[in-house]
DNA sequence: TCGAAATTAGGAATTATTCCTAATTTTAAG
DNA sequence: CTTAAAATTAGGAATAATTCCTAATTTCGA
């Protein structure tokens, strides 16, 4: 694994200039317009391959299908369970203290990658419809 | 919305003697011992309606099928991004301080529902077998 | 320049979840 | 108790999201 593709570097540029949290279908969309021969499968495949690679990651969706961001530079995500919005926003977690926690009361180290808090936004705080 | 029926009864009590973190697929196995005529699609439905209820919560993973969780008391997940493993903690964040950033970056205020951490386990790291 | 390994397009298959319908159950009013 | 409206159910069909399969093409190192 890992040849160059010229699809896989335009999937991944569409991930820079989109800044968005796409779908993978959306990423698929966008990336159409660079690449029209592109399949589906293609794009799948390679979201995949770069969310190891760690240049992208996957955000896990209370509802609605999956979205990726690109890592331009270290933050963290609050999503909202009921609309599903996401926001970007930096906050300095004490990560060597929350590791120790995690130690004590688990039994074993784990290698933070992000922290993401789950709440509900103003706008669907205030049109409280079901 | 929200007659009794004791399938959703069992559901509930399924999930209170069951604090693994089951798929859906899992709470109907595990019903179906208790109300043997229960439907999948009814699993399903009343896990959207507990979850509603915010009797339990539903833990949204980077792989395979969601999760649920059963609120006995609060804490925190922190779940391995490679093997799926979730671990309960607790951690006293500071949701206070947290707010007052988001409210500074996001322009608005979140109601946090809870926080969870997503990396990689130790075992993970150490068999780093792709 | 050549062959093995990786990648692709396209579609089929699979997985997870929601939707639909007629029958049953629950609830509250009389 | 009755009764009727509203809610819920079982079962299966439908949908949505993602992965898998295969033959053809591309990449890349020897």
Redesign the pocket.
Known sequence: ????????EAILDVMKENLVHP???EIYHLVLEK?P?????????????LVELGEIKKLNMT????RYDYLYKEHSHAICEKCGNIFDFYYDFNKDEISKELLKQIGQNMDINSITIYGICEDCKSNNKK
């Open positions: 694994m890992n040849n160059y593709s010229k699809q896989r779908t993978a279908e690449e021969q592109i399949s589906k499968s293609t794009v799948y495949r390679n979201i995949n391959i509802a609605g299908p999956d």
